[in-house]
């Protein structure tokens, strides 16, 4: 079993930045991928960013160029960048991690949420 616990979330006006965080319980090295979610009202729930174990990434075409995803084995952690917000990136935003474990069973593990609203 994993925890995860986003943070960073809040209200910002558009054009500015936040960085969200994801605090794993235990060790994230093996983890892949790692990636963020967000899910707006009335939508499904869509992959942001993902990063691989080995430090490879994947962006949304709608964040390119304006969000960053980061991860620090050392210290459980997943990071997101977000920079020059629109209103369309409100969304609750989710961590998510893939873990593969003893006989090569596969765990998706989510955290709760972190919302995250942009004002026009």
């Known amino acids: 079993q994993v925890q995860l616990v986003e943070s960073g979330g809040g209200l910002v006006q558009a054009g500015g930045s936040l960085r969200l965080s994801c605090a794993a319980s235990r060790s994230i090295f093996s983890m892949n991928p790692m990636g963020w979610f967000r899910q707006a009202p009335g939508k499904e729930r869509e992959l942001v960013a993902s990063?691989?174990?080995?430090?490879?990434?994947n962006y949304a075409d709608s964040v390119k160029g304006r969000f960053t995803i980061s991860r620090d084995n050392a210290k459980n952690s997943l990071y997101l960048q977000m920079n020059s917000l629109k209103p369309e990136d409100t969304a609750v935003y989710y961590c998510?991690?893939?873990?593969?474990?003893?006989?090569?069973?596969?765990?998706?593990?989510w955290g709760q949420g972190t919302q995250v609203t942009v004002s026009a």
């Open positions: 990063i691989t174990s080995a430090g490879s990434t």
């Open positions: 998510h991690a893939r873990s593969t474990e003893l006989w090569g069973r596969v765990y998706d593990y």
